[in-house]
């Protein structure tokens, strides 16, 4: 997709994962060094996913900030300038739980 003819007249940004940070198209050209010589600016997605959140109907909490601050410089000196972490909060009868509204504000506060 990132090779299409043109995509930068559609795609300003983008977000990746670490695996496709690292990635290289046929030629041996870093996706990201690619995507910014088109133009394209690049985010990562920088938490590390989701975990059970314990005394809850099933919910979770995103993971992810312990080494953080070395990730992100990692990934800057790679050309990254944006990052983006998840936060996943179930809807449903009696949800979300009261815990999992703070967990979760909790994580991102932090994060931020």
């Known amino acids: 997709m990132f090779t299409t003819a043109e995509i930068e007249k559609y795609i300003s940004g983008t977000i990746v994962y670490d695996e496709t940070a690292r990635d290289k198209l046929k030629d041996g050209t870093n996706v990201v060094d690619y995507l910014r010589s088109r133009g394209i600016v690049v985010g990562i997605k920088v938490d590390k996913g989701i ?4 005394g809850t109907d099933n919910e ?3 993971f992810g900030l312990e ?3 070395k990730r992100c ?3 800057y000196a790679m050309g990254i300038r944006f990052a983006k972490w998840r936060a996943t909060l179930r809807i449903g009868d009696g949800l ?3 815990v999992a509204v703070k967990e979760t504000a909790y994580s991102l506060a932090r994060y931020g």
């Open 73 to 75: 410089a990692e990934y």
């Open 96 to 98: 979300p739980s009261d």
């Open 51 to 54: 975990i059970p959140l314990a």
């Open 67 to 69: 080494g953080l601050e």
């Open 60 to 62: 979770t909490l995103t």
